[in-house]
C-alpha cells in the first residue's frame, strides 16, 4: 500500500518561507514524478509543479522563480520550497507521485496541508 505523507504547512506572514515534505512509503521502486498541487479557497485544484525522476523540474507560471521543487530519490521524498509567499498563495497543498507499472501509471496522493499566508 502506497502512502503519501506531508508536513511542514502552517501559517507564515507575506514575503515568508515554508518548506513542504512529502514521504512517500509501500513501494521499492523508485517513483517516476513527483511533485505538487494546490487547491485554493472557491478554486480548483491547480498544479504547482514536478519534478522527474531525472530530476530535470517545471512550474506553475505564478511561482516560477519563487518555489523550488526537489527530491531526495534514496528517501522517496520531495520537498517544496516556498519563498517570497503571497496571500494568494494560501491553498490545501497536495503532493503526488506517479508509480510505473508494466502496462499504467499510477498517480497516488498525499493527504493535503494547509498553507495559510497572511499578516
Known amino acids: 500500500q502506497v502512502q503519501l505523507v506531508e508536513s511542514g504547512g502552517g501559517l507564515v506572514q507575506p514575503g515568508g518561507s515554508l518548506r513542504l515534505s512529502c514521504v512517500a512509503s509501500g513501494s521499492s521502486a523508485n517513483f517516476y514524478a513527483m511533485g505538487w498541487y494546490r487547491q485554493g479557497p472557491g478554486k480548483q485544484r491547480e498544479l504547482v509543479g514536478g519534478?522527474?525522476?531525472?530530476?530535470?523540474?517545471s512550474y506553475e507560471d505564478s511561482v516560477k522563480g519563487r518555489f523550488t521543487i526537489s527530491r531526495d530519490n534514496a528517501k522517496n521524498t520531495v520537498y517544496l520550497q516556498m519563498n517570497s509567499l503571497r496571500p494568494e498563495d494560501t491553498a490545501v497543498y497536495y503532493c503526488f507521485a506517479d508509480l510505473r507499472g508494466q502496462v499504467t501509471t499510477t498517480r497516488y496522493w498525499g493527504q493535503g496541508t494547509q498553507v495559510t499566508v497572511s499578516s
Open positions: 519534478i522527474a525522476g531525472g530530476g530535470s523540474t
